[in-house]
């Protein structure tokens, strides 16, 4: 079983709509991770928190907004998506720095936006 | 830039044969790599973690090798079964930071 939780596991949500991604881990991490995938794709990065601090954004759109209240706590707020926004959203944690660098993956939300 | 290829793209066998998959990789400087299973629709699994000094790492029917001179690693399945249909994800850390370059990975089908 994942030790990163993600919910929920479905969401479809129309272009006007507001919804928000949560995900949870409690190994002690303090990277966080969001990875958008595409069918048949390898994960793209999408934001890289560290010590609760955006790090990295891969140029994401606004209408993506990423939060991380706590260190256990990483969110995706989702406002006036695309179609083509629909993709499965994968959460990912890992130690920042002095070991093996593994990521645990959630099992991802399945998002459609019609 | 950092850039990890696999092959094949696609591979397709029958239940109980064994199967190798590459994985070749320009990153530098080289930290760590790991293979991951991907069922559809699910988030990837760790299977293997190798770093630099590792030469073959099993996870049961799982072996893993790096060759780090030429910068090439196989993930090798043993009498395979259906259950490990799913994409097969090659990820390499560089030793600069803690963003992996991943794959485009390797679908296996395993038929009965």
């Known amino acids: 079983d994942t030790e990163v939780t993600q919910t929920p596991k479905h969401l479809v949500m129309g272009m006007t709509n507001k919804k928000s991604l949560k995900c949870e881990q409690h190994?002690?991490?303090?990277?966080m991770y969001w990875y958008k995938q595409k069918a048949k794709k390898p994960p793209e990065l999408m934001f890289v928190?560290?010590?609760?601090?955006?790090?990295i954004n891969e140029s994401v759109p606004s209408r993506f907004s990423p939060e991380c209240p706590n260190s256990s706590l990483l969110n995706l707020h989702l406002h006036a998506l695309q179609p083509e926004d629909s993709a499965l959203y994968l959460c990912?944690?890992?130690?920042?720095?002095?070991?093996?660098?593994?990521?645990?993956f959630g099992e991802g939300s399945r998002l459609t936006v019609l | 830039k950092n850039q990890v290829e696999q092959s094949p793209q696609s591979l397709i066998i029958l239940e109980g044969k064994n199967c190798t998959l590459q994985c070749n990789y320009t990153v530098s400087p080289f930290s760590n790599l790991r293979w991951y299973k991907q069922d559809t629709g699910r988030g990837p699994v760790s299977l293997t973690i190798?770093?630099?000094?590792?030469n073959t790492k099993s996870n049961g029917r799982y072996t893993a090798t790096l060759d780090a001179d030429t910068k090439q690693s196989s993930l090798h399945i043993t009498a395979s079964q259906l259950s490990d249909s799913a994409s097969y994800i090659c990820?390499?850390?560089?030793?600069?930071?803690?963003?992996?370059?991943f794959g485009r990975g390797t679908s296996l089908i395993v038929h009965p």
């Open positions: 190994m002690g991490h303090r990277a």
């Open positions: 190798m770093t630099f000094s590792e």
């Open positions: 990912a944690s890992s130690q920042v720095r002095g070991n093996t660098g593994e990521l645990f």
């Open positions: 928190y560290s010590y609760e601090k955006l790090s």
């Open positions: 990820v390499v850390s560089d030793g600069g930071s803690y963003i992996p370059t």
